[in-house]
């Protein structure tokens, strides 16, 4: 009923918004592994890298600087995007097999972004890195591989049954095979080679004339094509923008080559900035400039293993620091972690007449709040079981100073949870809630190892976790490199913090309205090692 009488309420405020009597068209540009610290209008003094034009957007329009995403990794980040919820909501995805291969993350029947705009009647389109699975067919009924999936037909599932009426992508990242492009779920090309890129070197199905370091290119000229043709139409348009870049593999474009200060990491930096730049000049060019809302931001902080290598080689962005670069800005932590530098990320708006140019917000928003910002723009109601963790902050746009409607937010590492409230940020976890090869220290197992040697024991269960060896309390305002854990001092916040937690958990939604089931039995601290535990714990 909230969003309801929200809807009733700001509707006519929305549409008033727009600075021509129609809707406008909104373009959402989306950046893989690009940090905070990459872009100079937001990175600064630890900026090494010309950007400028994320930086003109940021002029022309609005910048965030308090832009979260759900998760420091790209599936459960872009679910999150794509539907106004909480990745960890959902039930497990259907079975797929490995990297690009990935199973469909959630049913057909979820509710998008691409199902609200054609409510809504927009056109919609979606280009670029896809990776919330699909559905492949296969020689032999099996689960979609390497040696069984049938390249010479059509896919089964993909983004044309998640609302969008046409799409131009890749399965998931560039380094993940299949390395072929999808149109509307037919096969671009002949798949019949194999192939593999630098970074992790995964050797698999492509298409014969795929090649890394054009892929950038294509997502523009693409997109370029999808505005041509709808800029005589008086249907408006969303467009969906997933760029594969600054993700590895690092390879830029030839003319890219060589034209940054730090190195390849930076050249690759520069060809991403350069798409935006194209996306927004072709609205220009079509006199789509005054009635278009554009937004641009990354997926999630930059992954460590990215520098001036091509080989992914862990830490190697910390070389970069020596050349006044970072890609992670001032804060701790890169992708995986649970730290501001996996999960802050570069956000800008631009919309003439309708948002104050050079202006800067300082208020916390998620990625998953575009869908009701969104809904709101365009005029489209949301049903109470729609977008339930997605808050509009569409009144931000307007005025930055204007009263949040976010308060708190719940995000995650690979490894551990989240719970942000105002200022202050508690980690349900000890370390960075990361694990594994390319691990931000301290990694999960060395710091729940000591986590119990501080405790004395192995806990029971999971009540025995909500103490200070086993969760971190930061007060981002005065300490925005979260280097001073607090938990031990505030004993009373953290489980005020806990509590509000448990409960968005277990309501299903974040937002007003009533009880929503999970697709899966959620915790405040998940996931945990197994060896944590004492016999007979859990």
Same mark, same amino acid.
């Not at 689960?143 to 998640?162: A, L, R």
């Not at 501001?340 to 998620?366: M, N, Q, Y």
């Not at 942000?420 to 000890?430: A, F, S, V």
């Given at each position: ?24 068209? &909104? ?10 610290? *990459? ?26 600087? *308090? ?13 999150? &995007? ?179 200060? &730090? ?188 986590? &119990? ?67 899966? *039995? ?17």
């Amino acid at each position: 009923m909230w969003k309801k009488l929200t809807f009733y309420l700001t509707a006519t405020f929305a549409v008033g918004f727009a600075t021509a009597a129609d809707r406008p068209n &909104i373009v959402f540009i989306l950046a893989d592994d690009l940090g905070y610290g *990459d872009i100079e209008a937001f990175g600064g003094e630890h900026c090494n890298v010309d950007t400028p034009h994320f930086d003109a957007l940021c002029a022309e329009g609005m910048k965030f600087t *308090d832009a979260h995403v759900t998760n420091s990794v790209c599936v459960p980040s872009r679910t999150s &995007i794509m539907t106004g919820r909480y990745a960890m909501r959902f039930a497990p995805p259907e079975k797929g097999g490995p990297w690009a291969f990935i199973g469909l993350q959630f049913p057909t029947d979820q509710f998008t972004l691409g199902k609200m705009f054609q409510r809504a009647g927009y056109a919609t389109g979606y280009i670029g890195k896809w990776h919330l699975g699909t559905r492949m067919v296969t020689r032999d009924g099996g689960i979609q591989d390497s040696d069984n999936t049938d390249f010479t037909k059509p896919i089964e599932i993909g983004p044309n049954d998640y609302g969008f009426d046409e799409s131009f992508i890749l399965p998931g990242s560039l380094d993940m095979f299949p390395y072929a492009f999808l149109r509307n779920h037919h096969w671009v090309g002949e798949v019949t080679a194999q192939k593999g890129w630098s970074a992790f070197n995964r050797v698999g199905p492509a298409a014969e004339d795929f090649e890394d370091f054009e892929v950038l290119d294509t997502w523009c000229d693409e997109a370029e094509q999808f505005i041509a043709g709808r800029s005589k139409s008086e249907t408006p348009f969303f467009l969906f923008v997933a760029l594969t870049a600054p993700h590895t593999p690092t390879s830029p474009a030839p003319e890219f080559e060589g034209k940054s200060r &730090i190195g390849i990491y930076g050249d690759f930096v520069m060809n991403t900035d350069a798409c935006i730049g194209r996306v927004v000049e072709a609205l220009e060019k079509h006199g789509l400039t005054d009635n278009t809302l554009v937004m641009a931001s990354s997926d999630h902080g930059p992954g460590h293993y990215s520098g001036k290598k091509r080989e992914a080689t862990a830490f190697q962005m910390q070389e970069m620091e020596k050349d006044g670069h970072r890609p992670n800005g001032p804060w701790r932590g890169y992708k995986f972690s649970a730290f501001e530098g996996g999960l802050r990320v570069p956000f800008a708006a631009k919309w003439p007449g309708a948002i104050p140019a050079g202006s800067t917000c300082d208020s916390l928003i998620g990625l998953q709040d575009l869908m009701a910002t969104w809904a709101e723009v365009a005029g489209a109601e949301l049903a109470d079981d729609e977008a339930p963790d997605s808050i509009s902050f569409l009144p931000l746009l307007k005025d930055p100073k204007a009263e949040p409607r976010r308060t708190s937010m719940v995000m995650q590492g690979t490894r551990g949870s989240v719970f942000r409230e105002g200022p202050w940020k508690l980690l349900l976890c000890p370390g960075s809630g990361s694990a594994g090869r390319f691990a931000t220290n301290p990694d999960s197992d060395t710091a729940w190892q000591d986590a &119990i040697k501080a405790f004395g024991r192995k806990p029971k269960n999971h009540a025995e976790l909500e103490q200070p060896p086993f969760l971190q309390l930061f007060h981002l305002g005065d300490d925005p490199g979260e280097t001073n854990n607090l938990a031990a001092e505030h004993p009373e916040r953290v489980r005020a913090m806990i509590d509000s937690f448990r409960a968005t958990l277990e309501n299903g939604r974040s937002t007003p309205g009533p009880k929503l089931e999970n697709g899966r *039995d959620l915790q405040p601290f998940q996931p945990v090692p197994k060896f944590v535990w004492a016999k007979g714990g859990k």
